[in-house]
């Protein structure tokens, strides 16, 4: 059966599972690689190294929203058109989307490199670490073309429904990435710069995977330099604005955390942090794979009609999300002092006083997030672009941020952590307004559908 069909007839629950098990493997394990990095930077080089590495993360998260706004959009948009069986709209898509990789990653590299002091600084690098976290981030600008079309071709490849082989790419640069860590790290001690380099040589192994796939006649649709098309190009970033907007957000999160904890906490506030965004990464990944794994399920049927399977595609995958969510969310409750343990805690009384505490509190309502995530993802696979740019900004910059500016005013480190559960109940209640008007959409839909035919 082609994969088309399979989108358009199998029943919900197999199809979910069998499209987004290789995006939740995959995500999970980056984020894994991720935490594994600053397990092995904790315990090769210390704190300040791992508040370094944290740092970063901000500068990181501003690559990532910008391969997003062309991976994202070039993912969702080829699911809209392999829906209506439009083979040549996809392959402009795909042609369209490796030169905005080129373009973007260029601008990335360059602009990133002149301003890399001032960058760090404005993302809370100071005297202890700038050195530990200049040498890190240098290195990942410098390989910015690898992980932007990487990113954007391995999102190709998804979105045509090769979801199996989406994964086996990321899965080749994970396995790529952990293997050089310990080898640069452990046996030839290169530290925070061992750490990027892996980083960079995974990705460059998926991007070359991903286009071989894409130059072959084992796809759908073809990579071809003849493709590039600039309403392409306009349709790819307005379709990506939503998933980018959110990690640009992020990175202003990040931004916002680093100063305040180290205002609050110094080097082991910015450490505590980078834990907890570890530990809080390794839930959401999942989650986030789940979405990406049901994009084209939702791009598909939408464009066909079928509002019955976007129904229920929306619904069981909002349970399934909800239920790991909350079982991860035990976790953390009952085993938070063997999680800051393991991040380099053991030893350092400060970082276990403030960490063990502050992760509990942090993730008082992850529960919900699976819920919030799926909706906003949801909202952007349709082409709803307007309520899921509402919902991705809502939580980071409406409500986070100002939260984790004012009550640490209030209860100083506790109101770092605290800031995290409030903006998440806020955000669960508009979210829910805006899921209930469009299931009473989809569903006049369907009896619109149904008097039809």
Partial sequence: MEVAEKIKTQPIPKLIWALSAPAVLS???????????????????????LSAVTVSF????????????????????????????????????????CMLSILFSAAITIIGLLTIKPLLSLYGANADNMVYAKEYITV?????????????????????????????????????NTILDAVF????????????????????????????????????????????????????????????????????????????????GGNVGVAAYGIMYNTTMLVYMPIIG??????????FNYSAGNYTRVRSTLKYSITCATIFAAGMFLVIEL???????????????ALMDMAVPGIRIFTLLLPAVGFQMISANYFQY????????????????????????????????????I????????????????????VCVIHSQELGVNLVN
């Avoid at 990532?64 to 948009?77: D, K, N, P």
């Avoid at 789940?290 to 791009?299: D, M, Y």
Wanted: aromatic fraction near 8%; charge should be positive; include cysteine.
């Fill in 27 to 49: 995500l999970l394990l980056n984020a894994l690689n991720t935490a594994i990095d600053g397990i092995f930077v904790a315990k090769s080089a210390g704190i300040t190294a």
């Fill in 58 to 97: 901000g500068v990181i998260l501003i690559i990532q929203a910008l391969s997003l706004l062309i991976a994202a959009g070039a993912s969702a948009s080829i699911s809209l058109k392999m829906g209506k069986s439009d083979k040549q709209g996809a392959e402009k898509i795909i042609g369209s989307a």
């Fill in 140 to 176: 990942i600008l410098s390989g910015s073309f690898f992980f932007v079309t990487a990113q954007s071709m391995n999102n190709c490849v998804k979105g045509m429904g090769y979801a199996k082989r989406a994964f086996l790419n990321s899965l080749s640069s994970v396995v790529t």
């Fill in 185 to 264: 790290i452990f046996v030839f001690k290169w530290g925070v710069f061992g750490a990027a380099l892996s980083t960079v040589i995974g990705n460059c192994v998926c991007m070359l995977l991903a286009m071989q796939f894409l130059c072959s006649k084992k796809s759908a649709g073809n990579l071809k330099p003849s493709n590039i098309n600039l309403s392409a190009s306009k349709k790819i970033m307005s379709t990506g604005a939503p998933a980018s907007i959110t990690q640009f957000a992020l990175s202003l999160v990040s931004l916002t955390f680093n100063h305040v904890a180290a205002f609050y």
């Fill in 290 to 299: 789940l979405g990406q794994g049901i994009q084209p399920i939702f791009g």
């Fill in 335 to 349: 085993f938070s002092s063997q999680i800051i343990s393991t991040f380099g805690g053991a030893g350092n009384k």
């Fill in 382 to 417: 349709i082409g709803k672009v307007k309520q899921s740019v509402v919902l991705s900004a809502l939580r980071q910059l409406l409500l986070l941020i100002p939260f984790a500016i004012l009550l640490p005013t209030v209860f100083e480190v506790t109101g770092i952590w």
């Fill in 419 to 438: 800031a995290t559960p409030t903006a998440d109940f806020i955000s669960l209640i508009v979210t829910a307004i805006f899921v209930r008007q469009e």
